[in-house]
């Protein structure tokens, strides 16, 4: 159990619609990444916050949006679904001291 | 900008056999390596990592240097054991760009009795 948590496990939605993801760091991690992993591009880093502000942005789409809370956790927005943005979505945090990266257990979303 | 290149899978190898599943960067700075691996179903777990030129990583009889000269972060066990079957990623970071990873594009290993 790496301490990130991710809700939902699994979502199923249609073309056109809106989602939401929810990240929880672990304990005491600043920083909040998204990525995406899907067959076609494998994965591939979105956007990261640190203590509540956006650092740096990847490959993510102008239909997707996040934001961290004063609390730490982070959530994923993605809007007027296509069927491409299918793909697992992790979230991962990292402590201020350390390089690494540690990674919730992903959430699917499959677009119908 | 940096990318990072895993040999293409699937490796296929008997229980007990020496893997390496070779990997290479290009990084406009000086990158952390890590090796990540996923299990069918589960998220991504770091496996192991080096952050300067001829460290050494290991965890669970699995092992790799940094080597700058050839720019390349090759994963090694001795003997594999069914258990090990995933997918092994190979990934860098640039401290002072946000730390963010640059995967290749995995490796898939089925260990087989």
């Known amino acids: 159990d790496s301490g990130v948590t991710q809700t939902p496990k699994h979502l199923i939605t249609a ?3 809106r989602v939401t993801l929810r990240c929880s760091p672990r304990s005491g991690d600043l920083s909040v990444y998204w990525y995406q992993q899907s067959l076609d591009q494998g994965l591939q880093f979105l956007i990261q916050y640190y203590n509540g502000e956006e650092r740096a942005k990847g490959n993510i789409l102008e239909r997707f949006s996040a ?6 956790h982070s959530e994923l927005n993605l809007s007027s679904l296509e069927l491409g943005d299918s793909a ?25 | 900008g940096d990318s990072v290149t895993q040999m293409e899978g699937p490796v296929t190898l008997s229980e007990e056999a020496f893997l390496t599943i070779n990997c290479t960067y290009t990084a406009t700075g000086y990158p952390s390596l890590f090796w990540y691996v996923q299990y069918p179903g589960e998220g991504l777990q770091l496996l192991l990592k080096a952050t300067k030129a001829d460290d050494k ?16 972060f090759h994963l090694e066990k001795g003997s594999v054991q069914v258990s090990d079957s995933a997918v092994y990623f190979c990934a860098l970071s640039i401290t002072g ?15 087989e009795l």
Do not use: H, I, W
């Open chain 2, 97 to 111: 760009g946000g730390n963010k990873l640059t995967f290749g594009t995995g490796t898939q290993l089925k260990v």
């Open chain 1, 67 to 72: 934001q961290q809370f004063p609390d730490l």
């Open chain 2, 57 to 72: 990583g290991s965890n669970k009889g699995f092992e790799a240097t940094y080597r700058k000269e050839t720019t390349s």
């Open chain 1, 15 to 17: 073309t056109g619609q």
């Open chain 1, 88 to 112: 697992l979505y992790f979230c991962a945090s990292r402590s201020g001291q350390m390089d690494e990266q540690f990674f919730g257990p992903g959430t699917r979303l499959t677009v119908l």
